[in-house]
T-cell receptor, first 115, second 113 residues
Framework: AQSVTQLDSHVSVSEGTPVLLRCNYSSSYSPSLFWYVQHPNKGLQLLLKYTSAATLVKGINGFEAEFKKSETSFHLTKPSAHMSDAAEYFCVVSEGDTGRRALTFGSGTRLQVQP | DTAVSQTPKYLVTQMGNDKSIKCEQNLGHDTMYWYKQDSKKFLKIMFSYNNKELIINETVPNRFSPKSPDKAHLNLHINSLELGDSAVYFC????????????FGPGTRLLVL
């Protein structure tokens, strides 16, 4: 089974500074990886996804992630944090046979943005 | 227009009761899912349906019974509710050709007293 590990349960940054949310995956083959965001009391929104095309993936709201096979990592970054980025972020891997795919979520990283 | 909608948004009930959560998607997808998010924010797949057929059925108590009357709807019925059922339940949908890209509903917050 594939899995993802989010290395930080909580990250706090100041507005305007860079954001780094770390994620490592375990997989016996090239996985499909995603980052989802959940704002307080809201549903889940897809930020970006990697499906074996370009290793640097650009998402919405200025976020991007780089797939590094040698490090089995898929860290999420943003050059400059905004107050509206405060939310819970989930690193996700897709697993299962064709027709039986499901998403396996990491434990989440809460991003706090200080003014 | 809401793509994936769930009702109710909040549900507070007593132990032992039976309750249902409804999910509808207007995206034309043929696969739908139920996920459970516990108090520690951990999200886990419960069920998936493709064209009204049960595809994934994770280790979930049989008190939970999903029902898909058509491709656009996937309801979750829970019998004999227990305290541990308190969680946020998310519905999602996708195309069977692209099950990796799933669209989530806003969640239903269930509190069992």
């Amino acid at each position: 089974a594939q899995s993802v590990t989010q290395l930080d349960s909580h990250v706090s940054v100041s507005e305007g500074t860079p954001v780094l949310l770390r994620c490592n995956y375990s997989s016996s083959y090239s996985p499909s990886l995603f980052w989802y965001v959940q704002h307080p009391n809201k549903g889940l929104q897809l930020l970006l996804k990697y499906t074996s095309a370009a290793t640097l993936v650009k998402g919405i709201n200025g976020f991007e992630a780089e797939f590094k096979k040698s490090e089995t990592s898929f860290h999420l970054t943003k050059p400059s944090a905004h107050m509206s980025d405060a939310a819970e972020y989930f690193c996700v891997v897709s697993e299962g046979d064709t027709g039986r795919r499901a998403l396996t979520f990491g434990s989440g990283t809460r991003l706090q943005v200080q003014p | 227009d809401t793509a994936v909608s769930q009702t109710p948004k909040y549900l507070v009930t007593q132990m032992g009761n039976d309750k249902s959560i409804k999910c509808e998607q207007n995206l034309g997808h043929d696969t739908m899912y139920w996920y459970k998010q516990d108090s520690k924010k951990f999200l886990k797949i419960m069920f998936s349906y493709n064209n009204k057929e049960l595809i994934i059925n994770e280790t979930v108590p049989n008190r939970f019974s999903p029902k898909s009357p058509d491709k656009a709807h996937l309801n979750l019925h829970i019998n004999s509710l227990e305290l541990g059922d308190s969680a946020v339940y998310f519905c999602a949908s996708s195309h069977s050709r692209n099950q990796e890209t799933q669209y989530f509903g806003p969640g239903t917050r269930l509190l069992v007293l």
